[in-house]
């Protein structure tokens, strides 16, 4: 069992910076890949970023790529999300989660534990 709870959300201009955290409970954070879905206003959960277990491969949505940065902390059992350079679609509800080892990662059917979410509004 893995709960996940997410922070660092906020409301912040276009063209700045947040840096989300998601803490993860259990001893086996290391064994799970995980991953950043968002879901904005009136539209469908979408992949934004993965990472897996070792830290070594990195997944991004085209959306995103250039602009986010994902990395984790074993030590810490923290996943973290850097976002810079934010533009008003941006704007959603940010869920991390975890999921397999092996296999794609854009999917949210492969992932077993979510998070709460977290709110990120980006201002024009």
């Known amino acids: 069992q893995v709960q996940l709870v997410e922070s660092g959300g906020g409301l912040v201009q276009a063209g700045g910076s947040l840096r989300l955290s998601c803490a993860a409970s259990?001893?086996?954070?290391?064994?799970?890949?995980m991953g950043w879905f968002r879901q904005g206003p009136g539209k469908e959960r979408e992949f934004v970023a993965a990472?897996?277990?070792?830290?070594?491969?990195?997944y991004y949505a085209d959306s995103v790529k250039g602009r986010f940065s994902i990395s984790r902390d074993n030590a810490k059992n923290t996943v973290y999300l850097q976002m810079n350079s934010l533009k008003p679609e941006d704007t959603a509800v940010y869920y991390c989660?975890?999921?397999?080892?092996?296999?794609?990662?854009?999917?949210?059917?492969?992932?077993?534990?979510w998070g709460q979410g977290t709110q990120v509004t980006v201002s024009s």
């Open positions: 990472i897996r277990w070792s830290g070594v491969n990195t």
């Open positions: 989660a975890a999921g397999p080892r092996f296999g794609s990662l854009t999917y949210s059917t492969v992932y077993d534990y």
């Open positions: 259990g001893r086996t954070f290391g064994s799970w890949s």
